[in-house]
């Protein structure tokens, strides 16, 4: 991306793996974790939420048996990733990997995108926002995705994301 040009599916595999890893990490120790990314496509999300064995083990038909799986078994076969899943119609921020979608219009995106890259704290530079823009996949069936305005403020942002988390008391 420094060089301006856009990562393809393959580029982003090994990124997305180590981040489902640190995810697994994290699960595993009971701990609570925020994890910053662009998860532009399905596929993407689907490797990210695979981290939580509940959602592995539901999607990946690879094994009868689950009942003596560990997290790095029902993790350790992608296969199933890239065939529609059977997800509840209820919204539930309850499970273990929730994604944040900010919603907001390219304009806003371009003009944060180009604040950061000028101060030096951003390694993408704005042309490519639009090969980001043209990447995004969102479905209707994916219920662990929140969608909060970006036209908010950061720290309204954070705070608008943990009070839907129930993580903190509306003020």
């Known amino acids: 991306m420094q060089k301006m040009i ?23 120790r009971g701990e609570q974790v925020v994890l910053a990314c662009s998860a532009l496509r ?9 981290a939580d064995l509940d959602f592995a083990m539901q999607n990946d038909s690879s094994f009868e048996d689950k009942s003596n799986r560990t997290k790095k078994d029902a993790t350790k ?17 309850d499970r273990k990997v929730v994604f ?9 995106f371009a003009a944060r995108v ?4 000028k101060k030096g704290l951003h390694y993408m530079p704005p042309t490519l926002l639009e090969s980001q823009m043209d990447t995004l996949e969102l479905t209707e069936d994916e219920d662990d995705i929140m969608i909060v305005t970006a036209a908010l403020q950061p720290e309204n942002i954070v705070k608008t994301v943990l009070c839907k988390l129930f993580l903190l008391k509306k003020e």
């Open 6 to 28: 856009p990562l393809t599916d393959e580029d982003r595999l090994p990124w997305l793996e180590t981040l489902r890893e640190l995810l697994i990490d994290h699960i595993i």
């Open 42 to 50: 399905r596929i993407y999300r689907d490797i990210l939420r695979s």
């Open 114 to 117: 180009e604040t950061r890259h």
């Open 77 to 93: 076969n992608l296969s199933w990733i890239d065939e529609k899943f059977n997800v509840p119609d209820v919204k539930s921020y």
């Open 100 to 108: 944040i979608y900010l919603h907001g219009i390219t304009e806003l």
